[in-house]
C-alpha cells in the first residue's frame, strides 16, 4: 500500500516529469499523465511518441508480469528505430484497435507476435524523420541517414529527433519498409538491463494495489465455499455495524462489503451472516475424482492422435510396458493478490487493473455497464504475478459490479485465502501408458490415454490443451494413439503457466525413461535415436547433456535425470541432479539448454528459464490442491508451500545459437523440470515417482 510519503514523492516526480514532456508514469489518482505532455509530443505512429526534449516514448501493447515484456518490445522498437537507448520510456496505452484485435499476453507470445510488427513501426518511424530532415535540408533521403536519435545528411548536418518528429508525423507512413538484416542488429541479441527495474526499486512503478482514485472506496467479497454454489439469503445487519463499513450488495458471485479501507471491509467480511445454496458440488473429493479418472481411463476416448496399429502392436508384442501417471490441481499463487479499481458513472467507466488480458477486461466491463467500447477506459499496470490467472477477468467484472452498486469508485482486493480457494486452477490429470518394444529394445508403439478437464471450461479446448505435449509428440515412434477423455467434476479450471505440457510433459518423459531402463539404454542415447527427426530438440538435448557431464561419476548417493519439450515454438532439454539421503530429496543443480529462436535480450531469456525452474519445481515438489465437502483444503502458503531459498538448485542456462523466429520463452523451461528430477531421482534410489508432488 502507498503511504503519504510515497504518493508525494510520485506527485512530485510526475510534476517534473510534465514539464520536460515526460510521457512515463501514473498519476497518485491512476490516471494516465501526458495531458501537457502529450500535446508537445509527436505522434509517429501507435508505438512511438517523440518529445522536443528527445524523449522517446515506447508505447508497450502487451502486459509486464515479470517476464521482461517492456524490455523486450522497446529492444525491438528501438533497434529499427536508431535511438538513444538512454532517452527511451515506456507506458502502456489503453484498448486500441492499433495494436491488434485482442489486447493481452497469452502463450508466451508477446514477443512472437511483436516480432516483425514492432520491428516495422520502429523502421517506418525512422524513415520517415529521416524525409523530413531532406526536406528540411533539400537532399536526397536515400543518401541520409539516422544514428543514436537524430538524422545525419551526406554533408554532414545533423538534426535530432525531437526536432524533427513534429515535421515527420504530418508524413505519410512509407509503403515500402526494410527491415535490417540481423548481421546489423546493434541492440537486438545483446544483453541489457531491464527498463523498469529503477521504477520498481524506487515505488515509482504502479501495481493494482498501488492505483488511489479521489473518493476511493475499498471491497471484498464473501463467495460461496464450494464452486457453483450461491447465494441463498444473507442477514448484514452485523457486518454493517462495523467500523467503516459503508456498504453491503450483493452481487453474482456472492456478497460485497464496502469500507473504508480493506482492512475495515475483511473484518466486517466475518460478520456476515450467509445461508449458501453449495449445490451440486457439495460432496466432491480429491478422492472421488481421482476414482473417477481412474474409471474413465479404462475406456476408450476421443481421439487426438493416431498413426499405425498402436493397440494392435502392442497387445501382440512381446515386450509390454505399462505405467500410470496422476498430477494434482494447482493453484496460481501470484505474489501480488488479485485486485482490480473501478469507477463506474452514468456515461462511463474506467477501469486499472493487472491484467494479462487488456480486450477481455474491456468486454466484461461492457458487458456489465452496458456501456459502448469508447466509453470505457482500461489502464493496464505493472503485475505482481500472473501465471495464466490474471487472462480471466472475473476479478475485473467483481469491482465494476460494485462500483456500479455503489455509485463510486471502488477497489477490490482478493484475500490470499480468496486467491488460493477461489483460483481457476491447473486441472488435476490422469494418463495411463502403454507401449511395446521392439526386438532390440527400440519402441515400436506407444498409447496414452489422458482423463483431464477441459482447460478454461471449454470442452473443445481439449485436444489442443488436455493432452498437448503427448498428442504433438516429436519421438520417432511408428505406431502412436493417442485417446482422452473430458472429465468435467465442476472445479473451475483455467490456463496455467505452460498449460497442458505442465503435467503432460512429466507423463511423457517419465515414461520415456521407463521405456529406455526396459531395454536396457542410456536414457540419453534413447532419446538421440528417437529424436533423430527433431534437429532444433536434439541439439538443445546434447547441449544439455554437455554441459551436465551426463554420463561422468558423481558422489556417492545422487543421480542425474534429463527430459525434453516441444513448445510455445522453443525447444528445452534440462538435466536434474538429486540426491535422498534419509529419504529427503534435494534438487542440488539444473542445467538447461534452449533455442529459442532469435534471442532478443539474453539476459531475459536466462531470467525467465530461472523463473520457470524454481515455479515448475515448486508445482512438482510440493504443489497439490485438495478438494474435501466441495471446497478446498489449502487456504495460504503454510499449506500450499513454494520453494524456499534454501531450497534452490543451482542452475546453468546455455542459449542454443539460432536464426530463426523467435519462440516463447516464459512457459519453455516448466513442463521438463518434474519428469527431470524424477527421473534423477530414480537413477539415484531406484524409485520411480509416477505421481505429483514428488515429496
Not at 525531437?162 to 541492440?187: M, N, R
Not at 546455455?654 to 523467435?662: D, K, R
Request: glycine share 10%.
Amino acid at each position: 500500500m502507498s503511504s503519504p510519503a510515497r504518493q508525494f514523492n510520485r506527485r512530485a516526480f510526475l510534476k517534473s516529469a510534465a514539464a520536460s514532456g515526460l510521457l512515463l508514469g501514473f498519476d497518485f489518482t491512476g490516471t494516465r499523465l501526458a495531458r501537457g505532455a502529450e500535446a508537445q509530443a509527436a505522434r509517429l505512429n501507435a508505438w512511438i511518441h517523440i518529445a522536443p526534449d528527445e524523449t522517446v516514448t515506447l508505447f508497450i501493447h502487451k502486459a509486464e508480469m515479470g517476464q521482461g515484456t517492456v524490455t523486450s518490445l522497446s529492444m525491438l522498437l528501438a533497434e529499427e528505430l536508431e535511438c538513444d537507448w538512454s532517452r527511451i520510456r515506456t507506458e502502456f496505452p489503453g484498448i486500441d484497435r492499433a495494436y491488434g484485435p485482442n489486447q493481452g499476453v497469452v502463450g508466451s507470445a508477446s514477443i512472437r507476435t511483436s516480432w516483425q510488427p514492432l520491428r516495422r513501426a520502429g523502421a517506418a518511424a525512422r524513415l520517415m524523420l529521416i524525409q523530413a530532415a531532406a526536406q528540411q535540408w533539400g537532399a536526397d533521403a536515400a543518401r541520409c541517414r539516422a544514428n543514436d536519435g537524430a538524422v545525419t545528411s551526406p554533408a554532414g548536418a545533423r538534426l535530432t529527433y525531437g526536432a524533427l518528429a513534429d515535421a515527420a508525423a504530418k508524413l505519410p507512413v512509407p509503403a515500402a519498409i526494410e527491415l535490417k538484416d540481423p548481421s546489423q542488429f546493434t541492440i537486438i541479441g545483446k544483453p541489457r538491463k531491464r527498463l523498469d527495474t529503477p521504477d520498481k526499486v524506487n515505488g515509482r512503478a504502479m501495481f493494482g494495489i498501488d492505483v488511489r482514485v479521489p473518493g476511493m472506496l475499498r471491497a471484498v467479497v464473501a463467495r460461496c465455499p464450494v464452486f457453483g454454489g450461491k447465494v441463498a439469503s444473507f442477514d448484514a445487519s452485523k457486518a454493517k455495524q462495523q467500523p467503516g463499513v459503508k456498504h453491503v450488495v450483493q452481487i453474482s458471485n456472492g456478497v460485497a462489503v464496502v469500507a473504508d479501507n480493506t482492512w475495515l471491509a475483511a473484518q466486517a467480511r466475518n460478520a456476515l451472516e450467509i445461508r449458501w445454496d453449495e449445490g451440486a458440488n457439495a460432496n466432491q473429493s480429491s478422492a472421488a475424482i481421482s476414482r473417477l479418472f481412474a474409471g474413465q481411463a479404462q475406456q476408450p476416448g476421443a481421439v487426438a492422435r493416431k498413426e499405425g496399429d498402436a493397440a494392435g502392436v502392442i497387445g501382440g508384442g512381446a515386450r509390454r510396458i505399462e505405467a500410470v501417471y496422476e498430477a494434482p490441481y494447482l493453484a496460481h499463487a501470484p505474489m501480488e493478490p488479485l485486485n482490480a479499481t473501478a469507477d463506474v458513472r452514468a456515461d462511463s467507466c474506467e477501469v486499472w487493473a493487472s491484467t494479462q488480458g487488456q480486450t477481455a477486461a474491456h468486454q466484461e466491463a461492457m458487458r456489465i455497464t452496458g456501456l459502448p467500447g469508447d466509453k470505457v477506459k482500461i489502464h493496464t499496470l505493472y503485475m505482481g504475478g500472473g501465471f495464466g490467472r490474471r487472462a480471466r477477468s472475473d476479478y475485473i467484472g467483481e469491482a465494476v459490479e460494485i462500483s456500479k452498486a455503489v455509485g463510486a469508485p471502488v477497489q477490490l482486493t482478493w484475500m490470499r485465502e480468496d486467491d488460493m480457494q477461489q483460483d481457476w486452477y491447473r486441472p488435476a490429470s490422469y494418463a495411463r501408458f502403454a507401449a511395446s518394444l521392439d526386438a532390440d529394445g527400440w519402441p515400436a508403439a506407444l498409447h496414452s490415454r489422458v482423463v483431464c478437464p477441459p482447460f478454461g471450461g471449454l470442452r473443445e479446448g481439449v485436444s489442443r490443451t488436455g493432452v498437448e505435449g503427448i498428442a504433438d509428440l516429436v519421438y520417432a515412434i511408428p505406431n502412436v494413439l493417442v485417446d482422452y477423455h473430458a472429465a468435467d467434476v465442476g472445479i473451475p479450471v483455467s490456463y496455467w503457466r505452460s498449460v497442458g505440457y505442465s503435467q503432460n510433459t512429466f507423463f511423457l518423459e517419465s515414461f520415456i525413461d521407463e521405456m529406455a531402463l526396459a531395454a536396457g539404454k542410456d536414457p540419453l542415447e534413447f532419446r538421440r535415436r528417437l529424436l533423430a527427426n527433431s534437429p532444433r530438440l536434439l541439439t538443445a538435448l546434447n547441449l544439455a547433456a554437455e554441459k551436465a557431464g551426463w554420463g561422468t561419476p558423481l558422489p556417492a548417493g545422487r543421480g542425474r535425470g534429463i527430459a525434453v519439450v516441444n513448445n510455445i515454438g522453443s525447444f528445452t532439454a534440462q538435466v536434474a541432479e538429486v540426491s535422498a539421503p534419509q529419504g529427503k530429496l534435494r534438487v542440488h543443480k539444473v542445467v538447461c539448454a534452449v533455442d529459442c529462436g532469435h534471442v532478443v535480450n539474453p539476459s531475459g531469456v536466462e531470467q525467465q528459464i530461472q523463473s520457470g525452474i524454481v515455479y515448475g519445481l515448486s508445482a512438482a515438489l510440493k504443489g497439490a490442491i485438495t478438494i474435501d465437502k466441495g471446497r478446498v483444503q489449502q487456504d495460504n502458503f503454510q499449506n500450499y508451500d513454494v520453494l524456499r531459498i534454501d531450497e534452490m538448485p543451482v542452475v546453468e542456462v546455455h542459449i542454443v545459437q539460432s536464426t530463426a523466429n523467435p519462440g516463447g520463452i516464459g512457459e519453455a523451461a516448466v513442463p521438463p523440470i518434474a519428469a527431470a528430477v524424477a527421473n534423477a531421482l530414480c537413477a539415484a534410489t531406484g524409485k520411480r515417482v509416477r505421481k505429483l508432488p514428488i515429496a
